[in-house]
């Protein structure tokens, strides 16, 4: 794998490999899947995952408590798979972050299942080049299994994300809440379709779903298909879009007090990137990430 200088400069994130050593976690290979094990007595903990392991595994086990950035690494054209599971009342608070080299074509489904009384909040940055096409099935199938799951997308020059976003409750008394946060710079094409299920029976549930995007050239697209699929009355469940292009006053504004063309967008668009960085805690992954924000918008491959 070629690793990416800006994150080896800054010398957190070790790539993981089959029978690593290390307090935090411990890796196997089982058959074609590759399995990551959290230490339940670990508090935090940081990792990249290359395009390396096709199929991967997370494993959160009963009652942990634990901070974890996880950086997935794509160096080449893949088909894969990653697996995210949450056992009996794990408590997770997961930075997910995908980057890639220059224009490949990338597919991957990701599978996440919450056990009882298990808390996922889920902050997820994407900024790969090229073609990307995603399926996320999240699967609350214990009682009282909560989801937090805010993500930034952001596309440049010609990249083309499809995702389909899918929530099912399986279980009574389970929440879940999304909230979509997309950018499209140059001719950038996102399409998502975000689907909330909640079957029959599964009563005292809530569903919601928010999706923002905001498009900065004439030629970039964003379109989203929120759904909601309803099974049970006594639930919640509400969902919206809100697309369009940057506020042009807004922009005339801050132009007009001498702030050049690329700083007046990048304040435009706090809005969007802010809530996403605010949850990097990690002081130089948070800057590295900055700065790969900055390159998509401006269009830097």
Do not use: W
Not at 289 to 298: G, H, N, Y
């Amino acid at each position: 794998m070629a690793y990416p200088a800006y994150l080896k400069d800054q010398g957190t994130l070790p790539i993981l490999h089959e029978g690593m050593k290390n307090p935090s976690f411990l890796t196997k290979q089982k058959n074609d899947l590759f399995i990551v094990t959290l230490n339940p007595s670990v508090a935090d903990a940081s990792f990249v995952l290359s395009s390396d392991h096709k199929n991967s595994s997370i494993h959160f086990p009963k009652n942990i408590n634990v901070n974890v950035n996880v950086v997935l690494f794509d160096d080449k054209n893949v088909d894969s798979s990653l697996d995210i599971v949450l056992d009996e009342s794990a408590n997770v608070r997961m930075n997910l972050i995908h980057l890639s080299v220059a224009n490949k074509t990338i597919a991957r489904q990701y599978r996440v299942r919450l056990g009882a009384l298990s808390s996922l909040e889920l902050n997820k940055g994407v900024f790969a080049k090229g073609s990307l096409q995603e399926t996320e099935e999240f699967h609350l199938s214990g009682k009282k299994g909560f989801l937090r799951y805010h993500t930034l997308y952001v596309g440049s020059t010609n990249d083309q994300y499809i995702v389909t976003q899918t929530v099912t409750h399986e279980a009574v008394d389970t929440d879940s809440r999304i909230e979509n946060y997309l950018v499209s710079s140059q001719d950038a094409k996102l399409e998502f379709l975000v689907n909330g299920k909640i079957l029959s029976g599964m009563k005292n549930s809530r569903c919601y779903q928010q999706n923002r995007g905001v498009i900065l050239s004439d030629n970039g697209q964003i379109r989203v298909d929120p759904k909601l699929y309803i099974d049970e009355f006594d639930v919640e469940a509400g969902h919206g879009a809100a697309i369009g292009q940057i506020n042009e006053e807004e922009l005339f504004y801050l132009l007009s007090r001498g702030i050049d063309i690329l700083e007046a967008k990048q304040l435009v668009l706090s809005g969007y990137t802010e809530p996403f960085l605010s949850k990097i805690t990690n002081e130089s992954l948070n800057k590295v990430l900055s700065k790969q924000i900055t390159k998509k918008i401006k269009g830097v491959r």
